[in-house]
């Protein structure tokens, strides 16, 4: 389940890149459309909250708390991930993962495989102090395919 969030996450990128390309062509627009996403692991509680009615469905802790605001906190589409992500997924998931940090030269370089502060690596915006020591990365790949099932004929 947490390669799932993954993948839907780097979908989700994906598509709105579709969008936003689409849009340029269409209006000739410069503006690029972007979403944030944030995901961090966690077994929260979810459940109905307000009018029935609604159908008002709220998640609530410390995992939907964090990852929202990993969302606040990334910028230009990126998706961030929690340490404790990377480190509840199986191996052979994990070796099919690219995650990194902005360099700390302020280039557009990625040190891989490594974790930064929150408070590091945030846009400009204010990260509250109860997350500003959280170690976060960046998703820069994703291969959707495991490399040695597919050696072996699998998917």
């Given at each position: 389940?947490?390669?799932?969030?993954?993948?839907?996450?780097?979908?989700?990128?994906?598509?709105?890149?579709?969008?936003?390309?689409?849009?340029?062509?269409?209006?000739?627009?410069?503006?690029?459309?972007?979403?944030?996403?944030g995901i961090d692991e966690g077994q929260?509680?979810?459940?109905?909250?307000?009018?029935?009615?609604?159908?008002?469905?709220?998640?609530?802790?410390?995992?939907?708390?964090?990852?929202?605001?990993?969302?606040?906190?990334?910028?230009?589409?990126?998706?961030?991930?929690?340490?404790?992500?990377?480190?509840?997924?199986?191996?052979?998931?994990?070796?099919?993962?690219?995650?990194?940090?902005?360099?700390?030269?302020?280039?557009?370089?990625?040190?891989?495989?490594?974790?930064?502060?929150?408070?590091?690596?945030?846009?400009?915006?204010?990260?509250?102090?109860?997350?500003?020591?959280?170690?976060?990365?960046?998703?820069?790949?994703?291969k959707t395919t495991n490399p040695e099932a597919a050696a072996h004929g699998a998917?």
């Amino acid at each position: 389940y947490l390669f799932n969030a993954l993948a839907a996450a780097q979908q989700t990128r994906d598509a709105m890149r579709q969008v936003s390309r689409r849009w340029h062509k269409r209006k000739s627009w410069d503006i690029e459309l972007t979403m944030n996403v944030g995901i961090d692991e966690g077994q929260e509680w979810m459940g109905g909250v307000g009018s029935a009615a609604l159908g008002a469905v709220r998640v609530l802790g410390d995992a939907p708390d964090r990852a929202e605001q990993l969302s606040r906190s990334s910028r230009l589409g990126t998706i961030l991930l929690t340490r404790s992500l990377i480190g509840k997924l199986p191996p052979e998931d994990l070796q099919r993962v690219t995650y990194g940090v902005p360099a700390p030269d302020g280039s557009e370089a990625r040190v891989l495989f490594t974790f930064a502060r929150l408070e590091e690596i945030a846009s400009p915006s204010t990260v509250p102090a109860r997350f500003a020591d959280l170690a976060v990365a960046e998703l820069l790949d994703l291969k959707t395919t495991n490399p040695e099932a597919a050696a072996h004929g699998a998917p």
